[in-house]
Nanobody
Framework: QVQLVESGGGLVQAGGSLRLSCSAS????????MAWFRQAPGKEREFVAA????????YYAGSVKGRFTISRDDAKNTVYLQMNSLRPADTAVYYC???????????????????WGQGTQVTVSS
């Protein structure tokens, strides 16, 4: 079992920045692949960014590439999502997700992840 707790959401003006954090417990963090997803009202949950267990590989949705950065600190059992140049379209509940994959890589489909945080609201005003 892996427990995930997100923090760092809030209200920000367009063009601003936020950093989300997701703290994990229950399993050796370095063996866990991590990802961020988001869900806006009335829309399906969508992939945002992922990092392999080793941290050596990352992948981003096209809509956030160049603006968001996923990183992990294995010493702190924490994954981060640095969000810059925020837009109103980024408004959503952001979820941290975790899974143990045999290849220690990453996935972009939500159903591939076994563990989820409670979500944190990000609201970007225009």
């Amino acid at each position: 079992q892996v427990q995930l707790v997100e923090s760092g959401g809030g209200l920000v003006q367009a063009g601003g920045s936020l950093r989300l954090s997701c703290s994990a417990s229950g399993r050796t963090f370095s063996s866990i692949s991590m990802a961020w997803f988001r869900q806006a009202p009335g829309k399906e949950r969508e992939f945002v960014a992922a990092a392999s267990a080793s941290g050596g590989s990352t992948y981003y949705a096209g809509s956030v590439k160049g603006r968001f950065t996923i990183s992990r600190d294995d010493a702190k059992n924490t994954v981060y999502l640095q969000m810059n140049s925020l837009r109103p379209a980024d408004t959503a509940v952001y979820y941290c997700a975790a899974a143990v994959f045999f290849d220690l890589g990453y996935r972009i489909a939500a159903h591939e992840y076994d563990y989820w945080g409670q979500g944190t609201q990000v609201t970007v005003s225009s």
